[in-house]
Structure formats: C-alpha cells, structure tokens
C-alpha cells in the first residue's frame, strides 16, 4: 500500500492511499515536527504494518519501527488535532468548522479495513508527491 502525501498546511499533512494501483481514502496527519512522538508526521519510507486491536479504536493496524516512535495507528478522525501521530482514514477532503480536515471517515476507514480483510501485515510506502 502506498499513502501519498500531496499537501502540507498548517491544518496538516494531506495524503491519498493507493492500493495496487488504485486510489481509494484520503489520509491526515499532522504536519511534519522533526519526528516528535504525538505531534508530527512520520517520517517518508517504507514500514511493516501489522494488525492491532486498539482499546478506544478497536480492528486496526499499528505503523511498526518508526524511529523513536511509539505505538502509531490507522485510524477515524475529521482533523489533525484528533490525530496524536497517528494516520486518519477518510473518503473526501473537506472544510470543518473552518478548518482543512477531512470527513465521512467511518466509510474510508471501513473500505481501509475491508480492503485488507484476512491480512495480517501489509507494506505501507510513504512518499512525498
């Protein structure tokens, strides 16, 4: 799976997922911190990912070994201030109480689940546009 990030603003960073091939959610994270652990973006690169059941986000998947990082998820979410260093999962980009974000998570994260249903682990490359 590929997360490509497009745009970087105060609001956040903005990415698209593509899984073989084909784009399917839209992604937020926080704008890049030099790395720092629950406010920033990671770093570009390629990570193992593996199935995790989150107590508050329940079926997802932890971003493993990101240098001097902690436990980093895929999750639902509408703006960067709900990420904590992790990925929000989402259909479309949209305006939220006047803020850059992203929305109708529920379904983009479920596609994200459903597209990796009887997976354990996958090969997530991030990259810049």
Aim: with cysteine; proline share 4%.
């Amino acid at each position: 799976m590929i997360l490509k990030r497009i745009a970087e603003t105060e609001a956040g960073t903005f990415g698209v997922l593509i899984h073989e091939g084909t784009p399917f959610a839209v992604t937020l994270e926080n704008p890049w911190i030099n790395n720092k652990p629950l406010q920033s973006c990671i770093p570009v690169g390629k990570y193992e990912c593996d199935r995790y059941q989150a107590p508050k986000h329940g079926n997802t998947f932890r971003v493993m070994d990101v240098i001097d990082r902690g436990v980093i998820l895929f999750h639902r979410g509408n703006i960067s201030k709900e990420t904590n260093g992790c990925i929000l999962v989402a259909e479309s980009f949209e305006e939220i109480n006047l803020i850059d974000g992203i929305s109708n998570s529920r379904k983009g994260f479920s596609e994200f689940i459903s597209k990796l249903e009887g997976v354990d682990s996958f090969e997530l490359i991030i990259k810049d546009a």
